[in-house]
């Protein structure tokens, strides 16, 4: 699969790097922006009080698979909308899901040591589910679907319960599963 990574930090980076492993293709692109037209999906991994300034550094965007792993330290969503993922999908009208913003990503490089894959949690149109998931297996973790995009407000806010576990315990992994799959 062709990935555009929009964010070459933390997050960004660590999943391009696990994404590369797994066999798929990687353009990497930074603040300066970039052209993401042959891309087959798109992460957008910036910080999210720097979400609109770097989409309107990006061409190609519009019908695009999105994936915003984006987070709101300190900022609303943009006007008008519950959550940065409705915002950018409002800009690339193209299948978008909420994702990867709340695991730790200086934890990315011990996925592979876990006695039991680590879950992560993801919101989202369901036409996005099949691309989403793979990723999400691809980069070491298992799926867990929060809802569809109306649910991202509400995913986005979750960072504060992780924080606040971080500060108190460290950073962690976190595993949500049916009993069957325990």
Known sequence: MKITVLGRGN???????????????LTRLGRDGGDVSEADVVLIAVPGAALAEAL??????????????TNRFGVDP?????????????????????????????????L??????????????????????QLIR?????????????????QEAMIRVVISIMKDSGPFLYRMAPPERL
């Open 11 to 25: 997050v960004g980076g660590g999943l391009a790097d696990l994404w590369e492993q797994a066999g798929h293709q």
């Open 56 to 69: 309107e550094k990006v061409e190609g965007l519009a019908g695009k698979t999105v994936i915003d792993a």
């Open 78 to 110: 943009p006007a008008g909308f519950a959550s940065n993922a409705e915002y950018v999908k409002s800009k690339t009208n193209g299948p978008t899901a909420k994702s990867f913003n709340i695991n730790f990503a200086r934890l990315y490089p011990r």
């Open 112 to 133: 592979a040591e876990a006695r039991v894959r680590p879950s992560n949690l993801w919101s989202g149109d369901d036409e996005v589910q099949p691309v989403v998931e």
């Open 138 to 154: 691809d980069a070491g973790y298992e799926p867990v679907r929060v809802g569809n995009l109306e649910m991202a407000g509400a």
